[in-house]
C-alpha cells in the first residue's frame, strides 16, 4: 500500500534489525519493542519517506516516541537546520 519495497533485512549478534528498502534506504529498528516500532514506522515515517526518498539516507527507529531521518550528505532538513547531518528528529509521541 506505501509502494516501499524490501531489498534485505539483517539481523545482527545482538539481535538488532536493520532492513534496507528496494530504494536503499535504511530502516533501524533496533532489538526491542521492534513491532511497536515497525507499526510507528508504517503509520508515520513511510509516509515521509515515500514523499522524499531522494533525500534520505536512513529512518532510525530506534527512539522510544519517535523516529530520526539522516539526510543524505549535503541535504539539510526541512524541518530545522542542525550541524551535522547525522540525524533529525522528526516526529514523536506523546507519553
Known amino acids: 500500500p506505501i509502494g516501499l519495497g524490501v531489498r534485505a533485512v539483517t539481523v545482527d549478534a545482538r539481535g538488532a ?3 534496507v528498502l528496494s530504494n536503499g534506504i535504511e530502516i533501524r529498528f533496533g532489538r526491542r519493542n521492534i513491532d511497536t516500532r ?3 514506522f508504517l503509520g508515520m515515517a513511510a509516509g515521509i519517506i515515500s514523499s522524499r526518498e531522494a533525500e534520505i539516507a536512513f529512518v532510525d527507529m530506534r527512539y522510544t516516541n519517535g523516529f530520526t531521518i539522516g539526510w543524505k550528505t549535503g541535504l539539510r532538513s526541512p524541518v530545522r537546520e542542525k550541524d551535522s547531518n547525522e540525524g533529525d528528529m522528526i516526529a514523536g509521541l506523546g507519553n
Do not use: E, H, N
Open 17 to 19: 534489525w536493520d532492513i
Open 38 to 40: 515497525i507499526q510507528l
